[in-house]
Structure formats: C-alpha cells, structure tokens
C-alpha cells in the first residue's frame, strides 16, 4: 500500500493507452495482448494501486489497538491452558517479531 497511489491518468494522446498512477507506477498494453486481456491488466494495475483506504494515522490507532486485543487474548488463554504464547508488549514489539520470522523485511541500516 502506497500512500502516493490512487489518482490515475490515461495517455492517450500518443495512441498508446498508458495508465499511470500518482505514485509513478505505470501500465502499457502489450502488443500481442487482446482487449480482453488489456482489460484485464488495467483492473489489476487500478488493484494494486488504489491506494490506501485508512489514513496513516487510523493505521496507527488500528494497529495499536490490536497489538492490545492480543495481548490480552494471549494472557487470557495462558491463564487457562497453561500456554506460553508471546504477549507483545508494543507495537515495536510486534514489529520485532515480524521480522524475526520474516514476514517484515529484516531493518536495514542505511550506509
Ligand atoms: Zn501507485
């Protein structure tokens, strides 16, 4: 999810049906592509670059809000089984973990 996506134009001016997105992203059609198919990529590109339906900051609250719901969950169900499961204490904890596994890309150190 790109912040910068969801303003499309189209160039049609060149006779080629361009599709560009704010964020810079762009589609062309392909020569060998039937108008079917040309639709189809169009969809997908309008897909994967409608930009974000939250704002940053209602992603913030959202997901600091469920962090929390976890917790609480995680503890709840320790206390009745005996489990060990993680209790992320943060966000960053969170966060951390996600990385740990993979699922974030591991954090980079700029040069
Ligand atoms: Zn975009």
């Not at 969809?43 to 959202?62: D, I, M, N, Q, S």
């Not at 204490?89 to 591991?106: D, H, I």
Request: aromatic share 6%.
């Amino acid at each position: 999810m790109n912040p910068a996506c969801g303003r499309f134009t189209e160039d049609i001016l060149t006779g080629k049906a361009r599709l560009s997105c704010s964020c810079g992203g762009t589609v062309v059609p392909q020569p060998n592509m039937t108008p079917g198919e040309w639709g189809d990529a169009r969809r997908a590109f309008k897909v994967r670059h409608a930009g974000p339906k939250l704002t940053v900051a209602e992603l913030e609250v959202t997901l600091t809000e469920s962090v929390q719901l976890q917790a609480f969950y995680a503890k709840l169900l320790n206390q009745h089984d005996g489990g060990e499961r993680i209790v992320f204490s943060s966000v960053e904890a969170w966060v951390a973990r996600l990385r740990e596994t993979g699922k974030l890309p591991k954090k980079t150190t700029p040069p």
